[in-house]
Protein backbone atom coordinates (compact mmCIF):
# COMPACT_ATOMS: atom_id res chain seq x y z
CA UNK A 1 0.00 0.00 0.00
CA UNK A 2 1.56 3.34 -1.11
CA UNK A 3 2.19 5.70 1.52
CA UNK A 4 -0.16 8.70 1.71
CA UNK A 5 1.81 12.05 0.97
CA UNK A 6 2.62 14.55 3.84
CA UNK A 7 1.51 18.07 2.54
CA UNK A 8 4.50 20.41 2.98
CA UNK A 9 4.82 23.28 6.00
CA UNK A 10 3.49 26.63 4.78
CA UNK A 11 4.93 29.87 6.63
CA UNK A 12 3.11 32.98 5.89
CA UNK A 13 4.85 36.80 6.58
CA UNK A 14 2.56 39.40 6.10
CA UNK A 15 4.18 43.33 5.28
CA UNK A 16 3.02 46.57 4.53
CA UNK A 17 5.57 47.40 2.36
CA UNK A 18 8.74 45.23 0.27
CA UNK A 19 11.50 45.15 2.44
CA UNK A 20 9.25 44.59 5.79
CA UNK A 21 9.59 40.66 5.67
CA UNK A 22 12.84 40.53 5.27
CA UNK A 23 13.58 43.59 8.42
CA UNK A 24 11.14 41.69 10.82
CA UNK A 25 11.58 38.10 9.96
CA UNK A 26 14.33 37.98 7.09
CA UNK A 27 16.69 35.52 9.19
CA UNK A 28 13.66 33.04 10.42
CA UNK A 29 12.62 33.13 6.67
CA UNK A 30 16.06 32.13 5.92
CA UNK A 31 16.04 29.43 8.56
CA UNK A 32 12.75 28.07 7.24
CA UNK A 33 13.10 27.57 3.90
CA UNK A 34 16.81 25.71 5.02
CA UNK A 35 14.14 23.58 7.23
CA UNK A 36 12.29 22.71 3.78
CA UNK A 37 9.56 25.25 5.08
CA UNK A 38 7.47 26.70 2.09
CA UNK A 39 7.83 30.46 3.18
CA UNK A 40 5.18 33.02 0.90
CA UNK A 41 5.67 36.72 1.87
CA UNK A 42 2.77 39.19 1.14
CA UNK A 43 3.13 42.83 0.16
CA UNK A 44 0.67 45.12 0.46
CA UNK A 45 2.46 47.97 -0.99
CA UNK A 46 4.48 48.84 -3.76
CA UNK A 47 5.55 51.78 -1.85
CA UNK A 48 5.64 54.45 -4.96
CA UNK A 49 5.42 57.68 -1.52
CA UNK A 50 9.08 56.33 -0.95
CA UNK A 51 10.35 58.41 -4.31
CA UNK A 52 7.96 61.01 -4.46
CA UNK A 53 9.90 62.28 -7.75
CA UNK A 54 9.82 60.09 -9.47
CA UNK A 55 6.37 58.15 -11.58
CA UNK A 56 4.36 56.06 -9.50
CA UNK A 57 5.23 53.00 -12.23
CA UNK A 58 9.13 53.53 -12.44
CA UNK A 59 8.61 53.48 -8.32
CA UNK A 60 6.59 50.09 -8.32
CA UNK A 61 9.27 48.54 -10.76
CA UNK A 62 12.22 49.41 -8.70
CA UNK A 63 10.99 48.41 -5.87
CA UNK A 64 8.89 45.20 -7.16
CA UNK A 65 12.44 43.87 -8.73
CA UNK A 66 14.72 44.64 -5.44
CA UNK A 67 11.91 42.33 -3.90
CA UNK A 68 12.12 39.60 -6.11
CA UNK A 69 15.69 39.57 -5.95
CA UNK A 70 15.79 39.67 -2.40
CA UNK A 71 13.19 36.54 -2.13
CA UNK A 72 15.05 34.67 -4.83
CA UNK A 73 17.91 35.06 -2.39
CA UNK A 74 16.20 33.73 0.69
CA UNK A 75 14.54 30.90 -1.47
CA UNK A 76 10.76 32.17 -0.61
CA UNK A 77 7.95 33.47 -2.69
CA UNK A 78 6.53 37.06 -2.93
CA UNK A 79 2.66 37.83 -3.73
CA UNK A 80 2.52 41.69 -4.22
CA UNK A 81 -1.01 43.49 -3.58
CA UNK A 82 -1.37 47.06 -4.97
CA UNK A 83 -1.86 49.77 -2.39
CA UNK A 84 -1.91 52.88 -1.34
CA UNK A 85 0.08 54.08 1.51
CA UNK A 86 -1.73 56.04 4.48
CA UNK A 87 -4.92 54.36 2.78
CA UNK A 88 -4.50 50.79 3.36
CA UNK A 89 -7.79 49.61 5.26
CA UNK A 90 -10.02 52.17 2.67
CA UNK A 91 -8.20 50.29 -0.31
CA UNK A 92 -8.34 46.83 1.34
CA UNK A 93 -12.30 47.04 0.97
CA UNK A 94 -12.76 49.34 -2.46
CA UNK A 95 -10.05 47.02 -4.11
CA UNK A 96 -11.71 43.79 -2.79
CA UNK A 97 -8.56 42.72 -1.67
CA UNK A 98 -10.10 40.03 0.92
CA UNK A 99 -11.36 37.60 -1.40
CA UNK A 100 -7.98 36.93 -3.18
CA UNK A 101 -6.06 36.74 0.36
CA UNK A 102 -8.58 34.30 1.63
CA UNK A 103 -8.20 32.65 -1.23
CA UNK A 104 -4.27 32.47 -1.23
CA UNK A 105 -4.47 31.63 2.64
CA UNK A 106 -6.72 28.58 2.20
CA UNK A 107 -4.82 26.90 -0.84
CA UNK A 108 -1.30 27.13 1.28
CA UNK A 109 -2.70 26.60 5.06
CA UNK A 110 0.25 28.24 6.94
CA UNK A 111 0.66 26.99 9.98
CA UNK A 112 2.70 30.57 11.19
CA UNK A 113 1.80 33.98 10.17
CA UNK A 114 3.51 36.63 10.92
CA UNK A 115 2.48 40.10 10.59
CA UNK A 116 3.48 43.44 12.34
CA UNK A 117 3.37 44.08 15.83
CA UNK A 118 0.38 46.54 16.90
CA UNK A 119 2.61 48.65 18.59
CA UNK A 120 4.46 49.89 15.64
CA UNK A 121 4.05 53.40 15.08
CA UNK A 122 3.75 53.21 11.65
CA UNK A 123 0.26 53.68 10.48
CA UNK A 124 0.64 51.73 7.34
CA UNK A 125 2.28 48.60 9.66
CA UNK A 126 -0.52 49.33 12.66
CA UNK A 127 -3.15 48.47 9.38
CA UNK A 128 -1.65 45.52 8.67
CA UNK A 129 -2.07 44.17 12.31
CA UNK A 130 -5.96 45.30 12.26
CA UNK A 131 -6.37 43.78 9.02
CA UNK A 132 -4.59 40.56 10.14
CA UNK A 133 -7.09 40.21 12.79
CA UNK A 134 -10.17 40.96 11.02
CA UNK A 135 -9.02 38.58 8.61
CA UNK A 136 -9.24 35.42 10.88
CA UNK A 137 -12.12 35.05 11.74
CA UNK A 138 -12.85 34.31 8.16
CA UNK A 139 -10.93 31.41 7.70
CA UNK A 140 -11.87 27.82 7.61
CA UNK A 141 -8.37 26.96 9.70
CA UNK A 142 -6.71 29.20 12.52
CA UNK A 143 -3.04 29.38 12.32
CA UNK A 144 -0.35 30.77 14.82
CA UNK A 145 0.02 34.24 14.61
CA UNK A 146 2.98 35.97 15.74
CA UNK A 147 4.01 39.60 15.58
CA UNK A 148 7.36 41.33 14.68
CA UNK A 149 9.19 44.66 15.00
CA UNK A 150 9.83 47.13 12.41
CA UNK A 151 10.05 50.49 13.83
CA UNK A 152 9.53 49.82 17.70
CA UNK A 153 13.01 49.01 19.49
CA UNK A 154 11.14 47.89 22.47
CA UNK A 155 7.33 46.35 23.28
CA UNK A 156 6.06 47.40 26.11
CA UNK A 157 2.56 45.89 25.86
CA UNK A 158 3.47 42.05 25.47
CA UNK A 159 6.19 41.51 28.30
CA UNK A 160 7.41 38.18 27.36
CA UNK A 161 8.75 36.92 23.41
CA UNK A 162 6.83 33.49 23.16
CA UNK A 163 8.52 32.37 20.11
CA UNK A 164 12.80 32.92 19.83
CA UNK A 165 14.42 31.75 16.55
CA UNK A 166 17.61 31.13 16.46
CA UNK A 167 18.43 32.96 13.33
CA UNK A 168 23.18 32.28 13.84
CA UNK A 169 23.50 30.62 10.77
CA UNK A 170 21.08 32.80 8.92
CA UNK A 171 21.35 36.26 10.09
CA UNK A 172 24.21 36.89 7.35
CA UNK A 173 21.58 35.81 4.98
CA UNK A 174 19.51 38.24 6.22
CA UNK A 175 21.71 40.93 5.63
CA UNK A 176 22.65 39.97 2.61
CA UNK A 177 18.97 40.14 1.32
CA UNK A 178 18.44 43.71 2.54
CA UNK A 179 21.59 44.76 0.24
CA UNK A 180 19.00 44.21 -3.05
CA UNK A 181 16.46 46.78 -1.60
CA UNK A 182 19.35 49.45 -3.31
CA UNK A 183 16.24 51.92 -2.85
CA UNK A 184 15.89 52.20 0.26
CA UNK A 185 19.21 52.19 1.73
CA UNK A 186 18.94 55.98 3.21
CA UNK A 187 14.73 55.36 3.67
CA UNK A 188 14.90 52.35 6.04
CA UNK A 189 18.21 50.10 6.01
CA UNK A 190 20.82 52.67 7.04
CA UNK A 191 18.35 53.66 9.66
CA UNK A 192 17.39 50.83 11.15
CA UNK A 193 20.84 48.24 10.80
CA UNK A 194 21.25 49.09 14.20
CA UNK A 195 18.34 48.27 16.03
CA UNK A 196 18.41 44.84 13.55
CA UNK A 197 22.04 44.18 15.12
CA UNK A 198 20.61 45.53 18.71
CA UNK A 199 17.93 43.15 18.09
CA UNK A 200 19.27 40.06 16.64
CA UNK A 201 22.23 40.37 19.42
CA UNK A 202 19.67 41.01 22.30
CA UNK A 203 17.47 38.24 21.41
CA UNK A 204 19.88 35.73 21.28
CA UNK A 205 21.36 37.07 24.20
CA UNK A 206 18.48 35.72 25.94
CA UNK A 207 18.54 32.53 24.20
CA UNK A 208 22.21 31.74 24.53
CA UNK A 209 23.08 32.34 20.89
CA UNK A 210 24.97 34.47 18.82
CA UNK A 211 21.75 35.88 16.93
CA UNK A 212 18.14 35.40 17.09
CA UNK A 213 14.77 37.08 16.31
CA UNK A 214 11.63 37.56 18.54
CA UNK A 215 7.98 37.65 17.57
CA UNK A 216 5.07 38.12 20.38
CA UNK A 217 1.62 35.58 19.79
CA UNK A 218 -1.04 37.32 18.66
CA UNK A 219 -3.72 34.66 18.51
Known amino acids: MAKKSVKAETVMVFGAHSDDFVIGAGGTVAKYVQDKITVISIVFSYGEKSHPWLKEKIVQQIRSQETYEASNFLKCKTIF???KEGKFIEEYHSKNIEPELIKIMEKYHPSKL??????????????????????????????????????????????????????????????NALKFYRSQRYNAIYPLIVLIYYRALRSGLKIGTKFAEQFYLIT
Request: net charge neutral; hydrophobic share 35%; charged share 15%.
Open 114 to 175: FTHSAEDPHPDHQAINQLTLNLLNKLTFKPVVYGYSIWNPLSIKNKYPVLYEDITTTFSLKL
Open 81 to 83: FNL
